[in-house]
């Protein structure tokens, strides 16, 4: 029997392990600048000088989000990218949003990713779309390359 629990516990680090450096080498693919590609608030499109001037910084475990030089959302995040689809949640410190907690899913393709994140208190999204009065938001995001 002590056998058993010692083998089992051994499993459960190992597989503990990896799923920590599979989060890890997913946070260093989110770091940089990002450019927004496209992005729609409840089934509604962002306006074009909105998209065309969001950027996202992320460093760490920390994103801000600028949309027209004005903070949009500031906010420590957490990942895993274990689960399918991804999930991000963040903690905003700034912005609309300031003091909630958003729950998200994410993509990343090279240097493509797709966010959808629901509104404060509204489950995290099970898909990236969105429907009217869902509070959803849908991004997508170029790595900007120095």
């Given at each position: 029997m002590r056998t058993?629990?010692?083998?089992?516990?051994?499993?459960?680090?190992?597989?503990a392990d990896k799923k920590e450096d599979a989060v890890k080498k997913e946070l260093e693919l989110l770091q940089g600048e990002w450019s927004m590609v496209s992005g729609e608030i409840d089934k509604q499109p962002l306006p074009e000088n909105y998209v065309k001037d969001a950027t996202r910084l992320v460093k760490g475990d920390e994103t801000t989000v600028t949309i027209n030089g004005q903070i949009w959302m500031k906010a420590k995040f957490t990942i895993d990218s274990t689960k399918k689809p991804k999930t991000i949640d963040y903690e905003v410190s700034d912005g609309p949003a300031k003091g909630k907690t958003l729950l998200g899913i994410y993509e990343l393709d090279g240097d493509t990713i797709k966010?959808?994140?629901a509104s404060p208190g509204k489950d995290r999204p099970k898909d990236f779309?969105?429907?009217?009065?869902?509070g959803l938001t849908l991004s997508t995001w170029k790595k900007i390359k120095k």
């Open positions: 058993i629990l010692v083998g089992l516990t051994v499993c459960f680090l190992c597989g966010f959808c994140y779309a969105t429907e009217k009065g869902a």
